[in-house]
């Protein structure tokens, strides 16, 4: 059984404030995406990382991929309310379909 | 475009009874994944049905089970229902099942079980 850890797992920082989020595993992942969640909501994709050390951004969220594509990271710059939500990371198994989702981080950012 | 859907909303059992969840997966895609979400344990992967067949499942006793029928749609059955069930059930759609594919979740059934 493949493991995801994510830290920390609860973060609550002021507006304007910035984060990081962690997802570390010994075992390595073919793919690695990261989801947001809203209370009463299904996860929704934020991004998918495949090469090791792979580096995508979506405005002020910045994902990457370990070279060992064993963990990833989530940085958040200048933290907004409606960045508020569980941060999970879903990671799928190489050469078999493992899924594995990390236990999520809760981010609270307050006004 | 219609999302995923799911039904019921809510869903209320008594132990040792079974519930059966269903799922409409997005026009066109294939694949279903259901997901247990307890709180303290995170979201994790029950099974991943394509094409009519179920392709893997997770670390779950046999008494989770389900089924996807030829229109794709798909159905989680939990038979003699355990206090511990109590969860929010996800289900998830993808275009064809292929790694690194969207996943593209349905608002999710809350079970509870008194």
């Known amino acids: 059984t493949q493991l995801l850890e994510q830290s920390p797992q609860f973060l609550s920082i002021q507006e304007g404030e910035n984060l990081t989020v962690y997802c570390n595993s010994s075992?390595?992942?073919?793919?690695l995406q990261w989801y947001r969640q809203e209370p009463g909501e299904g996860p929704v994709l934020l991004v998918t990382?495949?090469?090791?050390?792979e580096v995508k951004k979506l405005k002020r969220l910045t994902f990457q991929f370990g070279d060992a594509r064993k963990d990833s990271s989530l940085h958040i710059t200048a933290a907004q309310p409606g960045d508020t939500g569980l941060y999970l990371c879903?990671?799928?198994?190489?050469?078999?379909?493992?899924?594995?989702f990390g236990k999520g981080t809760k981010l609270s950012v307050i006004p | 475009e219609a999302g995923v859907t799911q039904s019921p909303t809510h869903l209320i059992k008594t132990r040792g009874q079974q519930a059966t969840l269903r799922c409409s997966p997005i026009?066109?895609?294939?694949?279903v994944y259901w997901y247990q979400q307890a709180l303290g344990l995170g979201l994790q992967f029950l099974l991943w049905?394509?094409?009519?067949?179920?392709?893997n499942r997770g670390n779950f006793p046999p008494r989770f089970s389900g089924r996807q029928f030829p229109n794709y749609s798909s159905e989680l059955n939990v038979n003699a229902l355990e206090l511990e069930d109590s969860a929010l059930y996800l289900c998830?759609?993808?275009?064809?099942?292929?790694?690194?594919?969207?996943?593209?979740f349905g608002p999710g059934t809350r079970l509870l079980v008194l």
């Open positions: 998830a759609s993808s275009l064809n099942g292929q790694l690194q594919e969207t996943q593209y």
């Open positions: 075992s390595v992942f073919s793919s």
């Open positions: 990382v495949v090469t090791g050390g």
């Open positions: 879903l990671g799928s198994g190489a050469g078999s379909y493992q899924l594995t």
């Open positions: 026009s066109g895609h294939t694949s």
């Open positions: 049905y394509d094409e009519g067949e179920e392709r």
